[in-house]
């Protein structure tokens, strides 16, 4: 059993795991674990001894959903470690043609990186090809029409030469392209003062939390919605800090989650009723990845993410792995005719450790040695 401390200490930092980490606003959610769904054929002792982040290998519906002639915008990606990611590939997988909308100051380092191929081992897909990205489209999700950006930002010069970020603006560029699409995944979320407890928050940080990890969501499905196919789907990413305490998990950003899963119950009605969409979002668990694998590193000790998903491995009901294709697969699920009554909910996908009321590898939970 570990001290109580280094619970608290790893629920301080995993907050950082399942947000940006940059301040700016609407920066890609990278903490959030690598998606590598290569067609193998994987031993039972292969798949018990693979790494953290690895994948489970391939996908289990991707086979059975033929999403060919479906056009799908993730907003939100920036390199392969993310959910959106994960996403991306399994709708790939199942035949859909994939576009993205990537943070402006990251956007030449992920183009790069493409040309480069560094991304190429976590494109594979179960046919042994490489997922195609079809268009990049430059968006900054917190401005929803030009008039919105301020002059900082304009002369800004981590976005000289790029205009048309604005999510107004991409979503005519989309239509402009591609005429009528059928999924938008919405795969984002800042808090400049997520560090900070929400008593110590200040107004422009819980407002700015709001704006980037919950209203964009509203202003995507506003501005995408008239050029949703009917039988669509919108979908999004929730974590559980939405309706349970995790410490650390500050600077409104608890209170932005719970937004955007009272948004999806809302939208859902409204979206569902004007143009035949359905509005999910996914909750998801913790899972290792680069870049949360960085943080908190101390000498001989494991990293916090780590202590935070041997945390969830030893309360959860299933005493599992959780993998990014896990989260893949069921917004391949949702965006599917499979779901096609379903709308409205918050799916976990976490092993079932939002239903447990009671840490079982608590401290106080150690029986007292008997005489």
């Known amino acids: 059993f570990f001290p109580v401390t280094m619970y608290i200490r790893s629920a301080l930092l995993l907050v950082s795991a399942l947000v940006s980490t940059s301040v700016d606003a609407f920066a890609p ?3 959030i674990g690598r998606s590598t ?33 479906k056009t799908a915008f993730i907003a939100g990606v920036a390199d392969s470690t993310g959910y959106g990611w994960a996403i ?6 199942a035949g859909a043609t994939i576009i993205i909308g990537t943070w402006p100051p990251v956007l030449k380092i992920f183009q790069m990186g493409l040309r480069k191929g560094q991304f190429d081992e976590d494109s594979i897909l179960s046919d042994g090809s490489k997922m195609v990205i079809d268009k990049i489209y430059p968006l900054d999700a917190v401005f929803d029409t030009i008039d919105d950006v301020p002059e900082e930002i304009l002369t800004n010069k981590r976005y000289a030469g790029l205009d048309g970020y604005t999510i107004s603006e991409v979503a005519k560029a989309v239509e402009a392209d591609y005429g009528k699409i059928d999924f938008v995944v919405h795969s984002l979320a ?3 003062e997520v560090t900070k407890p929400l008593l110590e928050t200040s107004r422009k940080g819980y407002l700015a939390a709001s704006s980037a990890s919950a209203y964009s969501a509203v202003s995507l499905l506003q501005k995408f919605g008239p050029i949703m196919n009917s039988g669509g789907a919108f ?16 600077g409104g950003m608890s209170s932005a989650k719970a ?7 809302v939208l859902a009605f409204e979206a569902g009723r004007k143009y035949s969409v359905r509005v999910n979002t996914i909750s998801a668990g913790p899972l290792k990845s680069r870049a949360a694998s960085a943080i908190g590193k101390e000498p001989g000790q494991k990293t916090f993410i780590e202590y ?27 965006c599917s005719p499979m779901s096609r009554a379903i709308t409205g909910l918050t799916l976990y996908v976490d092993n079932g450790l939002n239903c447990m009321g009671m840490a079982l590898d608590s401290i106080s939970m150690v029986k007292e040695p008997t005489e």
């Open 29 to 31: 959610s990278l903490g």
């Open 37 to 69: 769904f290569a067609a193998r054929t994987q031993s039972s002792t292969v798949a018990q001894n693979a790494p953290r982040s690895a994948s489970r290998g391939t996908p289990l519906m991707a086979a059975q959903i033929d999403l060919k002639g």
């Open 88 to 93: 991306a590939k399994a709708l790939a997988d």
């Open 190 to 192: 800042n808090g400049p």
């Open 235 to 250: 979908l999004s990413l929730t974590y559980v800090a939405s309706e349970k305490v995790i410490p650390g998990y500050g």
């Open 259 to 265: 937004q955007l899963e009272s948004d999806t119950r």
């Open 308 to 334: 935070a998903i041997d945390y969830s491995k030893a309360n959860s009901p299933l005493a599992q792995d959780l993998y990014s294709d896990d989260v893949g697969s069921t917004g391949l699920f949702l």
